[in-house]
Every structure is written in C-alpha cells, then in structure tokens.
C-alpha cells in the first residue's frame, strides 16, 4: 500500500476514535474481559492483525475481515471497530443495515457502487465511489455495496460501536424460516419463485469425497454461472425497501 493511502486510513481511524459512538460509556480506560488477569495485559492486548486476512481473500468473491468486539476484546467499551472489504469483479454485498452503529467507508481500490435507502421518502441515494472517496451509512439504514466493474475493489469500513451488528436482508428473509406464504403476499408471487429463491440462498452443501479409485473431477475454468433467480431477488429485496 502507498504512504500516502496507509496515511489517509490512520487519520481516518483517528477520527473515529474521538468520534461518539453509541455504545454506553464505561468508567475506565478500558475493559478487561472476564477471567483476564489485568496485572500480566501487555501491549499484545491492544494489537489486532486480523485484517490481513482482507489481503488474501478469495479475489473472485465479495470477503470482509472484521475487527469487532468478538474478534478484538480490547474494543469493549471503545465505541469503534473496523473491517476490510474486499470485492471481487461483479459481486455484491447485499442490502443490510447495522443496528448499532453508523458506517463509514473509505475506498482504497475503486471504483465501488455503493447506495443507502431513506424509508421515509422512499428515494434511493446512490454513488459510484473512486479510490480515495468516503461514504457514510448512517445508523439502521438499508445500504449496499456492489463492483460493476472488471477489476477487484477494495474497502474498508469504520463503525461507530465496537459491536455494530449486522442483518442481510436477502438471509433475514428467505432463510430464517418465514413462512413461504407470507413471502408470496408480501412480493406477489408464486410458491415456485420463493422456493427458487430460499434453494439459491441456502448454503452449497460439501461435495461427496470421490471413490478411492474414481478419477480426479474435471476443473472448469470459467467462472461460477450466475443464479437464474438472482435478478429477482434484488428486485424482491428493492421492493421490500420501498414498502
């Protein structure tokens, strides 16, 4: 990474530090996790190098490494946490929102299409971001990234709570067990579309182990075939944004 880029991301992350977050205040310095012995804490404890796993992410998928509370214990009480993005050529983060927490976004390899809904006019804000360009996801709205592009887009995201959370609208609705019928009324369409849709969100199930002595399964090296119903699950998930 260039001086200049790792600069920009120190002042960034300064900023956020003295930012006010929404976690409850704490009466310390900072927070000792349960069963740490606070006498033998060293600077280890306040070092985090998780993010590095961005930088070896799988460069044809959407990937994102966080640094939370969860991953991070020294966050606790800090009102902050951070993650790295990483976009593959044509893939997406789906529609979410973080319910405890603003985002701010900083693009390190662009460009990025990013975009928030405001449920009460209903109006879509959209942005194509270069590298070097902010945006901020304010606290519980619905927001998105994609990469339109041919090349690999990089991000990386601060948030204003060390536990920001975060829920996908397309899992929240075609995999936590909503009935498919309340699904059909609240999109206007058949069984068969919804059950398209829960089959081509559900995880991909392991492949078999090949017999002892079978051949090796043929490589394809073209890329993975697009989803059938993928066009209309964002349009199902767009839809929902609007109601």
């Known amino acids: 990474m260039a001086p200049s880029s790792l600069t920009t991301l120190l002042v960034l992350l300064a900023v956020v530090l003295v930012a006010h977050g929404s976690d409850p205040d704490i009466l310390t310095d900072f927070v000792v ?6 006498s033998l804490l060293d600077g280890t404890f306040f070092t985090y190098a ?18 939370t509370a969860a991953e991070f214990p020294a966050l606790l009480g800090q009102s902050v946490s951070y993650a790295a993005l990483v976009f593959g050529p044509g893939t997406v983060n789906p529609p979410h929102v973080h319910p405890r927490a603003s985002e701010l976004l900083y693009v390190v390899q662009g460009p990025l299409m990013v975009g928030l809904v405001d449920e009460i006019k209903r109006e879509l804000y959209a942005q194509t ?5 902010m945006f901020v996801f304010p606290k519980g709205m619905v927001h998105f990234q994609f990469n339109g592009g041919a090349d690999v887009a990089r991000a990386f995201s601060a948030f204003g709570s060390a536990s920001p959370g975060t829920v996908s609208l397309p899992v929240a609705l075609f995999e ?59 349009g199902f998930a767009a839809t929902l944004l609007l109601l």
Not at 129 to 133: A, E, F, K, N, V
């Open 50 to 67: 998780g993010l590095i796993a961005g930088n070896s992410a799988d460069p044809a998928k959407f990937t994102v490494s966080k640094a």
């Open 176 to 234: 936590s067990g909503i009935s498919d019928a309340v699904l059909e009324k609240s999109f206007n369409v058949d069984e068969a579309t919804v059950l398209a849709l829960e089959h081509d969100l559900a995880p991909a199930a392991p492949a078999p182990a090949p017999a002892p002595d079978s051949p090796p399964a043929p490589k394809n090296g073209g890329a993975a075939p697009v989803p059938a119903c993928l066009a209309l699950m964002v």
């Open 33 to 38: 996790p349960p069963g740490t012995n606070a």
């Open 129 to 133: 971001l270069q590298t070097g360009d």
